[in-house]
């Protein structure tokens, strides 16, 4: 149990770090941004607010292609994205441009 001073990393992540530590892999951090906040907490508190779903995705897509966001299947936008040397992802853009560029596709879709 958490004593609420800092949150605790998810199932996902945990296991994640088991798995690289049997296998005497590198470090690993989940996808980010350019300002080094997590992708995953950003998408979280987005999908909460708009109750819907985001997935950053590639069709078919070779690294260091860009990446399509999707928010309930439909293509919003395209994010570019690299890997630091331990293979994590950064995404080229900040946490708060990624906000926006969901916060302007959720008011042109809205109905």
């Known amino acids: 149990m958490s004593d609420g001073s800092a949150p605790e990393t998810p199932e996902w992540w945990r ?4 798995l690289r530590e049997q296998l005497d892999l590198p470090e690993y951090d989940p996808p980010r ?4 906040a997590y992708v995953h907490e950003l998408v979280d508190r987005f999908e ?3 109750q819907c779903t985001v997935r950053i995705m590639g069709w078919g897509s070779r690294y260091p292609d860009d990446l399509t966001v999707y928010v309930d299947g439909e293509a919003a936008f395209t994010v570019p994205r690299w890997r630091d040397i331990r293979g994590n992802t950064i995404y080229q ?5 990624f906000r926006e560029q969901l916060d302007r596709w959720v008011d042109t879709t809205a109905k």
Do not use: I, L, V, Y
């Open 15 to 18: 296991r994640n770090e088991q």
């Open 48 to 50: 909460a607010e708009h």
């Open 93 to 97: 853009m900040k946490s708060e441009t």
């Open 33 to 36: 941004f350019q300002d080094g």
